[in-house]
């Protein structure tokens, strides 16, 4: 299959590529990783007249994680690609659930040219990299010419499947995260093969301070509900010594009522369950360990 014909441009300034879509009303697209708008291309589904190529903006191409008063702010640049995400130790060190998520992602070919920051503009109800902005509060940069720069919570940003509140005139640089110390994260799905898009997955966040939880969020993604993200109020104030894994269950069997049916709910409970146990496992180890 062909793509329709278009321009293709590759500014040799962030300046230049933001001019490029000034009054462009989605006829002129940035381009990443191209894993998915090529193919969309293809099929005729998108026809732009011209891509703005930002692979070659260095400027974009950073993770950076610093330590702040209360944990850790993480951003990733516009062209970090799956890859990147996965082998970045310092990022992986502070929070897992990136190498976790990273991995699930396609195979090795795609995660070397798809970008972290095409994944969460794209806006994909199957893929992992939306639920992990929404479930860790992600903040998105977006830039304009005109207007500069704004930043946009994941739960603002995300209007419905393939749809989100940026602007045709706006680009997304990076995506922010402020990491708790107190917060442990993990990401569960399942799919009919590694690498395909998942059937069913959760990412759940969980904070907890002296052996109390204080938060707990879940996003899901996948075939089976879409992307979704909700606040587990029922589990604030639990000992997180004293949780009985099958709570996990009844948890999950009440956040999916209404999610999914039949045999996808189950998937669904156990994705959320899985998710919760394992973001609970990792914040109790690591008290564990502050106390020693
Ligand atoms: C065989 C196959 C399997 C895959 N499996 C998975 C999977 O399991 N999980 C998963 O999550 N994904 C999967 N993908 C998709 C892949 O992860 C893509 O890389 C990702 O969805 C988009 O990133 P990209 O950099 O390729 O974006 P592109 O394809 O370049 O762009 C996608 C869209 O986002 C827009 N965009 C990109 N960057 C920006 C930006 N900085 N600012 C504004 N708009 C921007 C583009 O204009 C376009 O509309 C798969 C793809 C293939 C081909």
Not at 71 to 96: K, M, S
Not at 112 to 122: E, L, Q, S
Request: glycine content about 8%; proline content about 5%.
């Amino acid at each position: 299959m062909k793509p329709p014909a278009f321009e293709w441009v590759a500014p040799d300034s962030l300046e230049a590529c933001l001019a490029e879509l000034i009054d462009s009303d989605g006829d002129v697209r940035v381009i990443a990783g191209g894993q998915s708008l090529i193919p969309l291309l293809n099929l005729r589904f998108a026809r732009p007249l011209r891509l703005v190529d930002i692979n070659p903006r260095d400027e974009l191409a950073a993770i950076t994680t610093a330590a702040t008063a209360t944990g850790y702010e993480v951003r990733i640049g516009a062209t970090v690609r799956h890859q990147g995400v996965l082998e970045d130790a310092a990022l992986n060190d502070v929070c897992p659930v990136f190498a976790q998520a990273a991995i699930e992602i396609g195979h090795l070919a795609i995660r070397n040219r798809g970008t972290f920051v095409g994944a969460v503009a794209h806006a994909d109800p199957h893929g992992e990299w939306p639920a992990v902005a929404l479930a860790l509060s992600g903040v998105v940069s977006a830039q304009s010419a005109e207007r500069g720069e704004r930043a946009i919570p994941a739960a603002e940003y995300y209007l419905g499947p393939y749809s989100t509140s940026l602007e045709t005139d706006e680009m997304v640089t990076a995506v922010a995260f402020q990491i708790p110390r107190d917060q442990s994260a993990a990401c569960c799905e399942v799919s009919p093969r590694r690498g395909d898009f998942a059937q069913a997955g959760a990412v759940a966040a969980l904070s907890a301070t002296d052996g109390q939880v204080r938060s707990a969020r879940v996003a899901l993604f996948g075939e089976a509900t879409g992307l979704r993200s909700l606040s587990v109020e029922s589990l604030v104030g639990a000992s997180l010594a004293e949780l009985d894994p099958r709570a996990w269950d009844s948890v999950s069997i009440r956040l999916c009522a209404g999610a999914a049916a039949g045999a996808n709910q189950r998937l669904v409970e156990h994705v959320v369950a899985c998710a919760l146990a394992d973001a609970a496992g990792q914040r109790a180890r690591a008290a564990a360990k502050e106390e020693q």
